[in-house]
């Protein structure tokens, strides 16, 4: 059973040789009268949060990794066999799930059944599963749009940030992105067909870029960095402006976070920011799945995932979030079936 193993807590900038791969042995069934289930994975999905998992966190939402352990993510993957009587052998499954070939999973109540299989099986890494809950979430129960208002989203080519302009598009609003590569822009005007975009390591000044996109201003914006885009974008919102705080991910390798200095516009335009986790929604997971499965049949989403081959390729993938190297959604395929 190989394994993508953290060496020790990650200070900084997390590098490739944070981790190491080793073989361990597995047994390739569940013990007698326990209620776990074994998996084959098969889709592992390479998240920004899990660079805080890699910390020594105290009080936080989620508990770090061990050192000496194999990390753990959200996956797809396949009962080979099971103590629950909801799970059968052969069943596929997605939720949290270890970097490794075969996992035992011991609450096995925390993962969803996957019903739908005409769509490929590495969409439940992200548009049919986490990544696309928070979008779903984050836009539509946050920030509540409305046809005709303005939407603003960083990070806009990635997991997330893709969905949530395709969203914002068929609700009719006006969407721009901005991302770090002259490629990720062209992805979002022509594939993704938001209305413009632009690369935010090519505007010296973003207050005034967001000024030529957004005259007006802002009436919605999703955040998914924060930091000195954050800063540029409290200038711009309009009065009862709305902020989705999804993720800061400019601030998760530095020791001292940066400051936000225009806070004060929240108080002067009456913005709302509000701060949210996926975890909270899942629930509403089936009224998603309602929602964004015609849309997905009938070609009204486009979908862009960058899939690394083998387990092997996993901690390359992983960090190469943190420098824009994934291109769209980053996925790591362990295994196909
Ligand atoms: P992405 O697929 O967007 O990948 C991360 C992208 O972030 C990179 O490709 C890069 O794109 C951009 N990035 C990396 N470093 C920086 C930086 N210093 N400044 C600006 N941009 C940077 O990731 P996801 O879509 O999975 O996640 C997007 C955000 O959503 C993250 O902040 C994440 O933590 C958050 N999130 C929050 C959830 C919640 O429940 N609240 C759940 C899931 C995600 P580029 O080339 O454009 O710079």
Request: aromatic residues 12%; glycine residues 10%.
């Amino acid at each position: 059973n190989k394994q993508v193993i953290l060496r020790d807590f990650v200070e900084g900038f997390p590098k490739e040789s944070d981790m190491y791969i080793a073989t361990g042995t597995v047994r390739l069934d569940v013990p007698e009268g326990s209620t776990a289930v074994l998996v084959k994975n098969l889709y592992l999905s390479c998240d920004p949060y899990m660079r805080n998992r890699m910390s020594n966190l105290v009080g936080s939402y989620i508990e770090s990794f061990k050192p000496g352990s194999p990390i753990s993510g959200y996956g797809v993957c396949k009962v080979i066999d099971s103590g629950h009587p909801k799970f059968k052998k052969g069943d596929l499954v997605w939720g949290m799930t270890g970097w490794e070939e075969y996992s035992l999973i011991t609450a096995p109540e925390t993962l969803f059944k996957i019903e739908h299989t005409d769509v490929p099986l590495s969409y439940y890494t992200g548009l049919l599963g986490m990544a696309g809950m928070t979008a779903y979430a984050g836009f539509f129960k946050v920030c509540f749009p409305k046809k005709g208002e303005t939407v603003f989203i960083s990070a806009a080519s990635g997991a997330v940030g893709q969905l949530v302009g395709q969203f914002a598009k068929l609700t009719g609003c006006y969407v721009i992105g901005s991302a770090g590569s002259k490629e990720k822009v062209d992805l979002l005007k022509n594939k993704f067909k938001f209305d413009d975009a632009f690369n935010y390591k090519e505007e010296p000044d973003l207050n005034a870029a967001l000024k030529r996109y957004f005259p007006d201003g802002i009436d919605i914006y999703f955040e998914n960095v924060g930091g000195k885009m954050l800063d540029a974008v409290l200038l711009n919102m309009k009065v009862h402006g709305r902020i989705a705080a999804c993720g800061m991910i400019s601030q998760y390798n530095l020791k001292q976070h940066e400051a936000v200095h225009n806070l004060i516009q929240i108080v002067v335009k009456q913005i709302r920011m509000e701060g949210f986790i996926v975890f909270g929604y899942y629930s509403q997971y089936p009224e998603y799945l309602e929602m964004v499965l015609p849309q997905i049949r009938e070609g009204k989403i486009a979908y862009v995932e960058d899939i690394s081959e083998g387990l092997e390729s996993g901690p390359a993938a992983l960090i190469g979030l943190f420098s824009g190297k994934n291109i769209g959604k980053q996925v790591v395929a362990v295994a196909r079936e």
